[in-house]
């Protein structure tokens, strides 16, 4: 994976998305645009998933995207085996079911006005039934009290070096904010930002949660 002019590395577990693959696809085929490092991980459990994964890697064509596959128990084993590859200043994890707004990211990230942030949080969108509304920090009227009830791990773009040896534990669910906890993101140094970098999409069958 060619990753020496990425500024964030975006690992994205997959599994179980024959056919469900749209949202993934969306932003994939534009993602060459940006400094950005993909590495897929697809958790097999189906005879299907992998060799569509494929045929979308090949569509889209992009030297920065690494393709990986075994058999890893759920998303948190398929992060920790993506996270070993990561070398790039920052890392964000995005579900396949969802569509992160990538203009609106590195845009953020390109003009950080402390050099010494070491953790991003945005806002989101929620999607239902094709309608989007936005959630913003202040949602709870204090930040924290807002993460707290929404904490997304998609939110979040990390200092690789800061997470690079945590592991997200092996579980069915809720791995993601066992492992917000494990970084004790509270006591970075956090830029905070209202704009929406992601769009969450709910009501999805599929989803563990």
Known sequence: MES?????????????????????????????????????????????????????????????????????????????????????????FWDSDDVPRLSEIFSIIRSLDNQCTEVLIGSYSRVRNGEKSPVCLEEFGDRFIGIGYRPGIWRFIFRTELVKNLKFPILSMGEDQVFLLTTKFWTMNIQYSTRVIYDYYENNPESLT
Not at 4 to 9: D, K, P, V
Not at 25 to 38: A, F, H, K, M, T
Not at 69 to 92: C, I, Q, S, Y
């Open 4 to 92: 020496s002019e990425s500024l964030l590395t975006a690992i994205v577990p997959v599994s179980q998305m024959s056919q469900k693959m749209g949202n993934l696809r969306s932003w994939l085929i534009n993602s060459e645009r940006y400094p950005l490092s993909v590495i897929i991980v697809h958790d097999m459990k189906d005879d299907l998933t992998g060799g569509e994964l494929r045929l979308l890697i090949e569509e889209v064509g992009n030297p920065k995207l690494c393709f990986l596959e075994g058999k890893f128990d759920g998303p948190g084993g398929a992060r920790n085996h993506g996270l070993e590859f990561a070398n790039t200043t920052w890392v964000t």
